[in-house]
């Protein structure tokens, strides 16, 4: 039975062999993080959610979103993770240069504003390549 510093040791030497012998990582993926209390308004977020889809799809914006609900988390049992994955922060950047100004988008943003459904929090993260 190995120790939790054995363990630790062995994931590190994995990680330093696979590093140095792999060839070099592609571009970081990158994950827009959004945090949602729906309350009793998950019908207005899937309706939303799927307008904004058709949207990214005609502006050609390459952001992919999926959607999670927590479940065993407590106070934040029920809230909505929303994550809309990019290959890069290029591929983000493109997708916010040809979104920006959309109107089809201002009026989405004015309707979840109104909905009662509120963001928690807004985050940005980059896969760390191993």
């Known amino acids: 039975m190995k120790t939790a510093t054995t363990l630790l040791a062995s994931l590190m030497m994995a990680a330093v062999t696979t590093v140095s012998s792999a060839a070099p990582p592609a571009a970081p993926h990158v994950t827009e993080v959004i945090v949602l209390d729906v309350g009793t308004h998950m019908q207005k977020l899937l309706e939303l959610s799927r307008r904004m889809d058709a949207i990214q799809a005609k502006y050609q914006a390459t952001g992919k979103a999926r959607l999670w609900r927590a479940g065993?988390?407590?106070a934040e049992a029920?809230?909505?993770i929303?994550?809309?994955e990019y290959t890069s922060l290029?591929?983000?950047a493109?997708?916010?240069d040809k979104t920006r100004?959309?109107?089809e988008i201002a009026a989405l943003i004015g309707e979840?504003?109104?909905s009662?459904?509120?963001i928690l929090s807004e985050s940005l993260v980059t896969e760390i390549p191993r």
């Open 78 to 80: 029920g809230r909505v």
């Open 116 to 118: 009662g459904i509120k």
């Open 90 to 92: 290029r591929a983000l």
């Open 94 to 96: 493109d997708s916010e």
């Open 101 to 103: 100004g959309a109107p």
């Open 112 to 114: 979840l504003d109104a």
């Open 82 to 84: 929303i994550a809309v």
């Open 72 to 74: 065993w988390a407590g």
